[in-house]
Nanobody, 126 residues
Framework: QLQLAESGGGLVQPGGSLRLSCAASGFTLADSAMGWFRQAPGKQREAIGCISNSGITTDYEASSAEGRFTISRANAENTVYLQIHSLTFEDPAVYYC??????????????????WGQGTQVTVSS
């Protein structure tokens, strides 16, 4: 059974931080580029960034490029992470991780990823 499972979401005050996790089972995460996406209510799915199997990151979203979002991976734990700092009211969404057969990050559209998690909810409230 191949599965990606996100966790770590929750309710955070503005300016707070979260670390989201994506744990893989039935899938060798070390062989795959891994992407992080989010979808807010009423909006299209948005690509945040991607990390290659060798750990090279690609930023697809402004906050990720600014360093407010940081993607990392722990292959020994079969897990990838999304660290979010300085949360704002623009950040609430369901956050998804994705993987597939590609080793490298080749597109922001998500088509390279065949495996998707169910998502974890991030809420920002004062």
């Amino acid at each position: 059974q191949l599965q990606l499972a996100e966790s770590g979401g929750g309710l955070v005050q503005p300016g707070g931080s979260l670390r989201l996790s994506c744990a893989a089972s039935g899938f060798t995460l070390a062989d795959s580029a891994m992407g992080w996406f989010r979808q807010a209510p009423g909006k299209q799915r948005e690509a945040i960034g991607c990390i290659s199997n060798s750990g090279i990151t690609t930023d697809y979203e402004a906050s990720s490029a600014e360093g407010r979002f940081t993607i990392s991976r722990a292959n020994a734990e079969n897990t990838v992470y999304l660290q979010i700092h300085s949360l704002t009211f623009e950040d609430p969404a369901v956050y998804y991780c994705a993987g597939g057969v590609f080793r490298h990050c080749v597109t922001a559209g998500g088509r390279q990823f065949g495996y998707w998690g169910q998502g974890t909810q991030v809420t920002v409230s004062s």
